[in-house]
């Protein structure tokens, strides 16, 4: 029994790579495309608001496989896309997919900042970068921090869809565990639970520790 | 003397509500100018067209000869962008009811930040002018605090220090002392009082503060219903004008 867990979890491990590096890199990648529309969502320039805020609403309106399966599947025969191999098709699908997502936990974030600031700085002369970079994202990281944690454990989640297109990750060798030693179907599958699970745990303890952060706030 | 500031006939809606109705203002550059008046008359919204915070929907500011909310373009005068702004709001400095520190920032860093990156100081020199300019508000041991340790008083004399570190030729305090307990009123008035009796700027002081404006003030505008309904020493002002509007005001002010 232990040694029939300690089996799976070893060969559970060989996607292990696979999983956490996905992980990694959409994580930034949605880091990233979270900021670059959030903050464009509040332009003064239409066009730019209007772009943002149609990606935002497909990306949001439409379920991540079926972006998933677009993006690898049917974009490159429409449109000639090669976005390249099917760990980099994964990340952009994800990233751009909580990308979405989060672009509203920026937004939210920035407006709940105090307009008092906006205007003491203005009163000081700050030009808008300025502001936005010395006093307002400052103060708005530390709202979005919780959400920031959330959405990473739910990336890490979303990184399973990956083996539906052929990326070889801890679901991936599960499934093959399973249809190779049917009768230990149950264990395998707990021991990918166990496995996410494990690889959850700093980001929980992260989030519990942002949350505290944000709580602590930044009242004046 | 040239006037610093000049209001020209202006105006201040929001949606349907008139609230400024033809405001004309010269504020001579080391003028001291105090501005009283009802609940709602709009002696904020008189100070925050002046910082930019609100755009007028008539007439025009001038600030030491530049108009503050238009600029010359092609055919002639169009809406400032924002570049223009920065040149002209460059002069003007602010103290809000609310203090408005910067959270994130220490005592210090909250005077430092707009020196280097609005006047361009190096950083050395900027700290050492903000520890001089705190220490003159009497906070010269909380440099590395931050505001949420404060006082109100405390934080309002920072506002302060923030504001002059600027060295700006008009400064603006929109009652300044009424979100302050009682009891921490006059360290605040003190620091006021320093500034106007030492200081070369222009300052304009919306209060309720009405002997501490008497005290001070070169000039008391009595503002009723968007107009400038009295204009003159404070003696003239509070003391001898029979405007019943004024009087009124000035009698449910003494809670008589
Ligand atoms: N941003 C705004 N939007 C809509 N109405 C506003 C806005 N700012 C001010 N007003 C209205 O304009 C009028 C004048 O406001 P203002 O704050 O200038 O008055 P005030 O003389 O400073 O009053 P108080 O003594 O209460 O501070 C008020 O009726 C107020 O409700
Ligand atoms: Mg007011």
Redesign the pocket.
């Known amino acids: 029994m232990f040694d029939s867990a300690l089996n799976i979890l070893t060969y559970l491990s060989q996607g292990l790579w696979t999983t956490v590096s996905i992980f990694l890199a959409a994580a930034l990648f949605s880091y990233i495309m979270a900021f670059v529309a959030g903050l464009s969502r509040m332009m003064k320039n239409p066009i730019i608001r209007g772009v943002t805020a149609f990606y935002v609403e497909v990306f949001r309106g439409t379920s991540l496989i079926v972006q998933l399966f677009w993006l690898y599947y049917a974009v490159p025969i429409l449109f000639d896309i090669h976005l390249g191999s099917n760990w980099i098709v994964g990340v952009i699908a994800i990233g751009l997919n909580y990308g979405a997502y989060m672009s509203e936990v920026v937004r939210t974030s920035i407006l709940a900042v105090d307009k008092g600031q906006t205007e003491a700085a203005i009163a000081l002369n700050l030009s808008p970068v300025q502001r936005m970079r010395h006093i307002i994202l400052p103060q708005a990281l530390r709202l979005m921090l919780p959400e920031f944690g959330n959405y990473s454990i739910q990336i890490l989640k979303g990184t399973a869809l990956v083996s539906l297109i052929g990326l070889t990750d801890i679901l991936y060798y599960g499934d093959i565990y399973r249809s190779t030693n049917l009768s230990e179907g149950p264990m395998a599958y707990l021991m990918v639970l166990i496995m996410y699970f494990i690889i959850a745990l700093p980001l929980i303890w992260l989030s519990k520790k942002g949350e505290k952060i944000a709580r602590k706030g930044v009242a004046s | 003397m040239e006037p610093i500031v000049q209001y020209k006939d202006v105006h201040k809606s929001?949606?349907d509500?008139h609230?400024l109705k033809g405001i004309n203002l010269d504020i001579r550059p080391t003028e001291k100018i105090a501005i009283i008046?009802?609940?709602?008359?709009?002696?904020?919204?008189?100070i925050?067209l002046l910082m930019t915070l609100?755009e007028p929907t008539e007439g025009d500011i001038i600030v030491d000869g530049q108009n503050l909310w238009k600029m010359e373009s092609g055919k002639g005068m169009k809406k400032a962008s924002e570049k223009h702004l920065g040149i002209v709001r460059n002069d003007i400095g602010m103290v809000f009811q609310h203090f408005n520190l910067f959270p994130h920032k220490t005592i210090l860093d909250n005077c430092v930040v707009p020196l280097v990156n609005v006047r361009k100081m190096k950083k050395s020199e900027a700290v050492e002018l903000s520890k001089q300019m705190l220490d003159r508000v009497g906070l010269g041991d909380k440099y590395e605090s931050y505001p949420t340790q404060l006082s109100g008083g405390q934080k309002q004399r920072v506002a302060m220090a923030r504001a002059l570190v600027m060295k700006p030729k008009i400064m603006l305090f929109?009652?300044v002392t009424s979100a302050l307990d009682p009891e921490l009123v006059g360290e605040v008035l003190e620091v006021i009082r320093d500034l106007a009796d030492n200081e070369d700027m222009a300052m304009v002081l919306?209060t309720?503060e009405m002997d501490f404006a008497l005290e001070v003030a070169d000039r008391v505008l009595f503002?009723d219903e968007g107009v400038i309904a009295e204009s003159g020493t404070a003696e003239e002002v509070i003391n001898e004008s029979d405007n019943p509007r004024l009087q009124d005001f000035l009698r449910r002010f003494r809670g008589e």
């Open positions: 929001f949606g509500v609230v008046g009802p609940s709602g008359s709009g002696k904020t919204t008189i925050r609100e929109d009652e919306v309720h503002l």
